[in-house]
């Protein structure tokens, strides 16, 4: 199967920079799309930033200009999500998930990471 394996969250002061990573494990023959989601308590998960496999990139309003979503070089076995200036509004707990075709099983469309806490200080 899939595993996705986020890191790089943390506490930060309003206006800082943090930098969080997906580690992609598995069987992969192709990656349709890889995102990062938000969530914060009593509020449903909102879509943050989308990255296709033509490396068309897609965010949220809230996030355009701030934050950008990349991959490793030549490679789809980490994603990652820059996130600049950021504000209080930002805390969240963010999400890895992927879109991806495995090989011999098919399309898996919705797997997800365990999460990492982002904290931004006023």
């Known amino acids: 199967q899939v595993q996705l394996v986020e890191s790089g969250g943390g506490w930060v002061q309003f206006g800082g920079s943090l930098r969080l990573s997906c580690a992609v494990r598995?069987?992969?023959?192709?990656?349709?799309?890889m995102s990062w989601y938000r969530q914060v308590p009593g509020k449903e998960r909102e879509l943050v930033a989308t990255i296709t496999d033509g490396d068309i990139t897609n965010y949220a309003d809230s996030v355009k200009g701030r934050f950008t979503i990349s991959r490793r070089d030549n490679a789809w076995n980490t994603v990652f999500l820059q996130m600049n200036s950021l504000k209080p509004e930002d805390t969240a707990v963010y999400y890895c998930?992927?879109?991806?075709?495995?090989?011999?099983?098919?399309?898996?469309?919705?797997?997800w990471g365990q999460g990492t806490q982002v904290t931004v200080g006023s």
């Open positions: 998930h992927a879109d991806v075709t495995l090989v011999n099983v098919g399309r898996l469309r919705d797997t």
């Open positions: 598995g069987s992969i023959s192709r990656f349709n799309a």
